[in-house]
C-alpha cells in the first residue's frame, strides 16, 4: 500500500482479555517500531525489528507485551491478560533500507486506540 | 526522563504570528527529527536536521541544532489555523531508536 496501515482503529475489550493488533508495513521497508502513546503524552517506545535481525524488544513494560513480524513485513503486537493502564493509542511506523535516506525518517501509520474497560 | 523534552507544553497564538518551540536533549546524537500529529493519530515527518548542521529551512519551517547546549529549536513563520497540532521532537542516536519527548501542544487562532 501507499502507506502504513494498522488494525482495527479501535479497539475495546475487557480486562483479562488478550487482544491482537496489526501493522501493515509500506512496501519495502526493513524496518517497523511500535510505540505506545498515553493521552496527552509523548511517544513511549515499544519494540523494534530490523531485517531478519533479532528484534529490539527493550521498550516491552512487561512479559504480557510480545511482537512478531511474519516474512519481514507485517506484524502483529499482542497483549496478553489486559488491564486497564494498557488503554492507550498503539503506533506502528516503518522506515527504509539502512544506510539509505528513508532510513532516518519513520512512517507512521494512523495507531490503533486501545480502551480496556 | 525522556530523552527529548519540548518546551513550552503548550502555545496559542493568533494566525500570521510565528511560533516557537523548543527541544533539549541528554545524549550525544546522530540527527534530529521534528513531527506533527493531529487529533492523537499518526505522526507525520517534518524536518531533519543533522548532528553536524546549524539551521535547515523547509517552507515556513525553520529549525536549529546548537549541539553544544543539545537544544533544538522548531519556528514556524507565518502561522495558520491548519498548523494546529502537536509537535514532537525525536532524537537518533548511533541505533536506529528514535526518542521522542512530550511534545508542545499548537494551537493558532483564527
Known amino acids: 500500500g501507499a502507506g502504513v496501515s494498522q488494525s482495527p482503529s479501535n479497539k475495546v475489550t475487557e480486562k483479562g482479555k488478550d487482544v491482537e493488533l496489526r501493522c501493515d508495513p509500506i512496501s519495502g521497508h526493513t524496518a517497523l517500531y511500535w510505540y505506545r502513546q498515553s493521552l496527552g503524552q509523548g511517544l513511549e517506545f515499544l519494540i523494534y525489528?530490523?531485517?531478519?535481525?533479532?528484534?529490539?524488544k527493550s521498550g516491552l513494560p512487561s512479559d504480557r507485551f510480545s511482537a512478531e513480524r511474519t516474512g519481514g513485513s507485517v506484524s502483529t503486537l499482542t497483549i496478553q491478560r489486559t488491564q486497564q493502564e494498557d488503554s492507550a493509542v498503539y503506533l506502528c511506523a516503518s522506515s527504509g533500507p539502512s544506510g539509505t535516506g528513508a532510513y532516518n525518517e519513520q512512517f507512521f501509520g494512523p495507531g490503533t486506540r486501545l480502551t480496556v474497560l | 526522563s525522556q530523552q527529548g523534552e519540548e518546551d513550552p507544553q503548550a502555545l496559542s497564538i493568533q494566525e500570521g504570528e510565528n511560533a516557537t518551540m523548543n527541544c533539549s536533549y541528554k545524549t550525544s546524537i546522530n540527527n534530529l527529527q521534528w513531527y506533527r500529529q493531529n487529533s492523537g493519530r499518526g505522526l507525520v515527518h517534518l524536518i531533519l536536521?543533522?548532528?553536524?548542521?546549524r539551521e535547515k529551512h523547509s517552507g515556513r519551517l525553520r529549525v536549529t541544532l546548537d549541539t553544544s547546549k543539545k537544544s533544538s529549536s522548531l519556528l514556524i513563520t507565518a502561522s495558520r489555523a491548519a498548523d494546529t497540532a502537536s509537535y514532537f521532537c525525536?532524537?537518533?542516536?548511533?541505533?536506529?531508536?528514535?526518542?521522542f519527548g512530550e511534545g508542545t501542544q499548537l494551537t493558532v487562532n483564527p
Open positions: 525489528f530490523q531485517g531478519n535481525s533479532a528484534p529490539d
Open positions: 536536521i543533522r548532528s553536524n548542521e
Open positions: 525525536a532524537t537518533k542516536t548511533s541505533g536506529s531508536r528514535l526518542t
